[in-house]
């Protein structure tokens, strides 16, 4: 069985959570993700009121979808999309 990774959409930072067990919320893994990265500076150093906002805003993308900030998230690796 073969994956193909999705391509990103443009004007768009990827990152790729990689979890070995079930998280309960989106938004606690990836912000602790985005704290952790160096490729992107304005995104390492948001705010929560900023990071709320990129998901009300709907910029915060998995599989093409918006992303809820309460969906739970299965382990294994998953591409999420933030359009800038």
Same mark, same amino acid.
């Given at each position: 069985?073969?994956?193909?990774?999705?391509?990103?959409?443009? !004007?768009?930072?990827? *990152?790729?959570?990689?979890?070995? &067990?079930?998280? =309960?919320? $989106? =938004?606690?893994? /990836? #912000?602790?993700? /985005?704290?952790? %990265?160096?490729? !992107?500076? &304005?995104? !390492?150093? *948001?705010?929560?009121? %900023? #990071?709320?906002? $990129? #998901?009300? =805003?709907?910029?915060?993308? *998995?599989? @093409?979808?918006?992303?809820?900030?309460?969906?739970?998230? !299965?382990? @294994?690796?998953?591409?999420? =999309?933030?359009?800038?």
């Amino acid at each position: 069985m073969t994956y193909t990774i999705p391509t990103p959409p443009e !004007n768009s930072f990827r *990152i790729t959570l990689e979890l070995q &067990a079930k998280a =309960d919320r $989106l =938004d606690t893994v /990836l #912000f602790e993700a /985005l704290k952790k %990265q160096t490729e !992107n500076e &304005a995104l !390492n150093t *948001i705010s929560k009121a %900023q #990071f709320k906002k $990129l #998901f009300t =805003d709907k910029k915060v993308m *998995i599989k @093409g979808q918006n992303a809820k900030a309460k969906s739970p998230i !299965n382990s @294994g690796t998953t591409y999420i =999309d933030i359009l800038l």
